[in-house]
T-cell receptor
Framework: GQQVQQSPTSLVLQEGENAELQCNFS?????MQWFYQRPGGSLISVFY???GTKQSGRLTSTTVIKERRSSLHISSSQITDSGTYLC???????????FGTGTKLQVVP | DPKIIQKPKYLVAVTGSEKILICEQY?????MYWYRQSAKKPLEFMFS???????DNQTASSRFQPQSSKKNHLDLQITALKPDDSATYFC??????????????FGPGTRLLVL
């Protein structure tokens, strides 16, 4: 089955609202990374966060290894935040990253 | 300046033909990867190379063959193309683990359409 699951699948926010994106994984991990992707665009690394909490501007990532989950919090959303957010893990026993199916975020005025 | 170059940006091919996707990175990384993204599936890992040697291959079909002529090059040759091969193919690279574990940098992708 799918080792990396993201929720929600899609999300529509009004500008200024906050968002919480979830990533759940079914295996113990060695690394966890969040990516941002515009439609038809490449992937841009947002956070490398295998454990704990990291913040960068309006974005905060929290990974709780014991609970096998990671979250990405976007505060005061902006229209330019629209796109797809992907999480990826590398399992302890793995040699490559596995990606979730992504959360498609749309921020409207 | 782009640090990971993929060529071509768009590619249309006929079923049964052969194409080569080019990837060059100028980040000084030793590890390079290929991923595939289609509408039907999540981003899928295909290959990883380190110091020009194959480290992992998760692609079932031998029609996909990576080629590394230089340390900063990892091309992808695809033979006997099928419509199901239509996808965006991303190249990525990462620094050695001792610098920043597992942070991967992606190229802009090559969008392949097989008719």
């Amino acid at each position: 089955g799918q080792q990396v699951q993201q929720s929600p699948t899609s999300l529509v926010l009004q500008e200024g609202e906050n968002a919480e994106l979830q990533c759940n994984f079914s295996t113990s991990l060695n690394s966890m990374q969040w990516f941002y992707q515009r439609p038809g665009g490449s992937l841009i690394s947002v956070f490398y966060n295998p454990s704990g909490t990291k913040q960068s501007g309006r974005l905060t990532s929290t990974t709780v290894i014991k609970e096998r989950r990671s979250s990405l919090h976007i505060s005061s959303s902006q229209i330019t935040d629209s796109g797809t957010y992907l999480c990826a893990i590398r399992a302890n026993s793995g040699t490559y990253q596995r990606f979730g199916t992504g959360t498609k975020l749309q921020v409207v005025p | 300046d782009p640090k990971i170059i993929q060529k071509p940006k768009y590619l249309v091919a006929v079923t049964g033909s052969e194409k080569i996707l080019i990837c060059e990175q100028y980040l000084g990384h030793n590890a390079m990867y290929w991923y595939r993204q289609s509408a039907k599936k999540p981003l899928e890992f295909m290959f990883s190379y380190s110091y020009q040697k194959l480290m992992d291959n998760q692609t079932a079909s031998s029609r996909f063959q990576p080629q590394s002529s230089k340390k900063n090059h990892l091309d992808l040759q695809i033979t006997a193309l099928k419509p199901d091969d239509s996808a965006t193919y991303f190249c990525a690279s990462s620094p050695p683990p001792e610098i920043n574990q597992d942070t991967q940098y992606f190229g802009p992708g090559t969008r392949l359409l097989v008719l």
